[in-house]
């Protein structure tokens, strides 16, 4: 299944973006958002149960990120506000397709391509 991520760009320190997902093509009980900057391993951003009951957030983005789904069309977003430059990565959408809620990246099974988030300071 392939997951279609989107919403990448170059944005100022202190801006806002907000990435797109669509999770149409699938049936998953849990979406993450993870991202990896250069040099450093993938990592866990954000994440919801299908229903959106149950969200989990990693402390660096708690209070600026918001992760979502819109029930007509099934796609998920992150919205991210007050951007700092540490948050610049290649951002990855995620379905896991049975199971709870994880940050682990290894419990979930497809991936999107990817979008690149630039943070200018």
């Known amino acids: 299944v392939q997951l279609q991520a989107s919403g990448g760009g170059l944005v100022q320190a202190g801006g806002s973006l907000r990435l797109s997902c669509d999770a149409s093509?699938?049936?998953?009980?849990?979406i993450g958002w993870f991202r990896q900057a250069p040099g450093k391993e993938r990592e866990f951003v954000a994440g919801?149960?299908?229903?959106?009951?149950?969200?989990l957030y990693d402390e660096s983005v708690k209070g600026r990120f918001t992760i979502s789904r819109d029930n007509r069309d099934n796609t998920i977003y992150l919205r991210m506000n007050s951007l700092k430059s540490e948050d610049t990565a290649v951002y990855y959408c995620?379905?896991?397709?049975?199971?709870?809620?994880?940050?682990?990246?290894?419990?979930?099974?497809?991936w999107g391509q990817g979008t690149l988030v630039t943070v200018s300071s």
């Open positions: 995620s379905g896991r397709r049975r199971g709870s809620l994880t940050t682990s990246d290894r419990e979930y099974d497809d």
């Open positions: 093509r699938g049936i998953f009980s849990v």
């Open positions: 919801m149960d299908w229903r959106g009951s149950k969200k």
